[in-house]
């Protein structure tokens, strides 16, 4: 089941587009990066699927985007990525 809300704990940082990809299995956290990052510069990717440790940051490499930060809270691994 896919969360509804961000809890207060997950930070945000301003100026960021936040893509809420928890609930969901990858690929689909880097599909929902990909589609976000055709618009937008600078997104904080939130997701639980342990794959994504992997996934993302090779997405980055691939796409020439700039993985800022990873970090993980509560079982949730957060990316902070800018489009280069």
């Known amino acids: 089941m896919k969360p509804t ?9 301003e100026g960021f587009v936040v893509i809420d990809a928890r609930g969901h299995r990858c690929p689909v ?3 929902k990066l990909r589609r976000h990052m055709q618009h937008n510069t600078q997104v904080m990717l939130y997701a639980d699927d342990p794959m994504a440790q992997i996934d993302v940051p090779h997405f980055c490499n691939q796409n020439n985007f700039l993985l800022l930060e990873t970090e ?9 990525i800018r489009r280069t």
């Not at 993980?72 to 902070?80: A, E, K, L, N, S």
């Open 5 to 13: 809300a961000l809890p207060q704990s997950l930070p945000v940082k």
């Open 29 to 31: 956290p880097t599909l």
């Open 72 to 80: 993980t809270m509560d079982d949730v691994w957060i990316f902070t």
